[in-house]
């Protein structure tokens, strides 16, 4: 196969599905010899009489896996035609996938044997040459299994049969499952000016079943989405000295590393091509829980209710229900800001939650961990940190054109894009829908190029203002809307937000989701950009901020 650079490699959205769950079939056991070091004759040839290939090939795949360890690598090691074409005439394509779909995937469930006959017989009539046995046989195990098991048992036998009974679920070590889940945490917070109420943010956990450890969060003042998703798996799979430096927390958090299985719910966020496609490429594993077996998140759910009770000893707690509140005015008593509770919220899992005897574990989730890697264990994490970020956020396809990259209106220009010009060729644009100051443009390479403005003197704006303005130059009968005026536009919201600071929750909480959202990834990567000033000293004069009460320091000395 010969040694390959990373210019080789596809990129994982380039993919069919076919090729690609052949390529996944194929990573599910190249994968575990690659890591385990030295690599017996007797696992080789289990992997080669498994994956119906020679010894001498598993041999290569594991070389090939080690130089880039990642799912696309084994795409030109995998049986059959590359880079996602086939080698049979369409027309026989064609009959091969009607005849699955009409006759194979029924609830007679026929043998290949027999499906072999109907193509055979409708190839013939066709006058086309009929595929062998093996080409047929490659095409049934691309299938994805559930889709086949639910046409051929039905839906109700399907889920008895793949829903995996998590409740019973057994760990051998730590980050072989973790489990994703959101809430709305039982908290008013407050912004950053006048300490006037905000609402209650989002939490988005990512919880170890083993050690019982809190791998990463992401909190926000918006609804749960891709974007929370994403941000909530790097989190949990990078190294965190720098987002503990950023804080000022001087605590360690030594919990990290890429996960094999990730178990969550059926929201529409964990579903998005990015995140399926995201993992498989770092090979991690997604399994959903079946519609109305609430009790498979039961692991996540006790943890986000341990946090919440910790959270109701907070000023300006919602509690769970109204009886739990009775006469408490939680707005009234609403003091912490987005980012106070961030480090609060670090602060609880690092430190009362994480060295508290488990009573399943009967040890602290700390020492757990501790024990793991005093044995040996040793996190797995992505070669490029950044680029990991990436394959999780949001794209669009674009081609590059004299003018740069157009997205959601706004131009954006890089002088290493200046030879595909021309050329046709539709690049995948990642972006981070907090700040759009920058996008991130895949390049033929597989690399990622960061692109800014065209114009440099904008101001980073996120997806949510510029939704929020081309919706307000349509209202005014604009029939074409150009950067100019977003930008114009957007400028006369944040005039308005900031007039409308002192009085209006729904400005203070607009306000505080726009300076909290420049410090997203695009930012990240050339040097914070400029904040928007809101409130601005002219329209939002300065109030005192309400000092803590020695009763509400008692309760922050306690939390930290």
């Not at 039905?154 to 679920?169: F, K, M, Q, V």
């Not at 394959?391 to 890089?414: A, S």
Request: charged share 25%; glycine share 6%.
């Amino acid at each position: 196969m010969g040694r390959r650079t990373v210019e080789d490699l596809q990129k994982p959205l380039d993919v069919d599905d076919a090729t690609w769950e052949e390529a996944v079939r194929y990573a599910a056991v190249i994968r575990p010899l690659a890591e385990a070091g030295r690599v017996g004759v007797a696992g080789v040839d289990r992997a080669a009489q498994e994956l119906g290939v020679s010894s001498r090939k598993v041999y290569r795949l594991i070389r090939a896996f080690r130089t880039h360890s990642v799912t696309t690598s084994l795409l030109k090691g995998a049986p059959g035609p590359g880079k996602g074409t086939r080698l049979l005439p369409p027309k026989t394509e064609k009959i091969i996938t009607d005849t699955i779909e009409g006759f194979y995937k029924t609830l007679e469930r026929p043998t290949i044997k027999a499906l072999q006959r109907h193509i055979r017989h409708d190839c013939l009539a066709a006058g086309l040459k009929p595929p062998s046995r093996k080409a047929i046989s490659a095409r049934v195990k691309a299938l994805e299994f559930r889709a086949v098991v639910k046409a051929r048992h039905g839906s109700d036998r399907a889920r008895d049969l793949l829903t995996p009974s998590i409740g019973g679920i057994r760990t051998r070590e730590p980050l072989q499952v973790v489990q994703i889940d959101h809430t709305k945490v039982d908290l008013q917070l407050t912004d950053e000016h006048l300490r006037e109420v905000l609402g209650r943010p989002y939490l988005t956990l990512v919880f170890e079943l083993h050690t019982r450890t809190v791998l990463g969060f992401y909190v926000s003042l918006d609804p749960p989405s891709a974007t929370s998703v994403a941000l909530a798996v790097a989190h949990a799979v990078l190294p965190k000295e720098n987002w503990l430096a950023q804080r000022g927390l001087e605590i360690a958090w030594p919990m990290h590393g890429l996960m094999r299985f990730i178990h969550l719910d059926n929201a529409k966020e964990f579903h998005s091509r990015a995140l399926s496609r995201g993992c498989q490429q770092h090979g991690i594993q997604l399994a959903y829980r079946a519609p109305g077996t609430p009790h498979h998140g039961g692991h996540i759910e006790r943890m986000m209710g341990t946090l919440m009770q910790r959270i109701h000893e907070l000023p300006g707690t919602t509690f769970s229900n109204i009886a739990e509140r009775g006469d408490y005015d939680s707005e009234k008593k609403a003091l912490l800001t987005l980012s106070e509770f961030d480090r609060l919220l670090a602060l609880t899992v690092l430190g009362p939650y994480h060295n508290e005897v488990h009573s399943r574990l009967q040890k602290t989730p700390a020492a757990a961990w501790t024990e793991w890697l005093a044995s040996g264990g040793t996190p797995a994490v992505p070669q490029d940190g950044e680029a990991f970020v990436l394959d999780f956020l949001p794209f669009e396809e674009r081609m590059v054109r004299r003018e740069g990259i157009r997205l959601f209106n706004i131009h954006y220009y890089d002088g290493a894009l200046a030879s595909l010009i021309g050329e046709g060729r539709r690049l995948r644009v990642k972006y981070d829908p907090r700040n759009l100051s920058a996008v991130f443009v895949e390049m033929p390479d597989s690399s990622y190029l960061r692109t800014p403005y065209a114009d440099l003197c904008r101001p980073a704006i996120s997806l949510w203002e510029q939704r929020q303005a081309v919706k307000r130059l349509n209202e005014e009968g604009r029939r074409t809307v150009d950067e100019h005026a977003i930008f114009a536009a957007v400028q006369a919201q944040r005039e308005i937000l900031a007039k409308a600071y002192q009085d209006s929750k729904a400005a203070r909480r607009s306000a505080t989701r726009l300076v909290h959202g420049q410090q997203g990834t695009a930012g990240n990567r050339s040097g914070t950009p400029p904040k928007p000033q809101l409130p601005s000293p002219d329209s939002a004069p300065d109030a005192e901020v309400p000092p803590l009460s020695d009763e509400d320091m008692e309760k922050m000395e306690f939390w930290s």
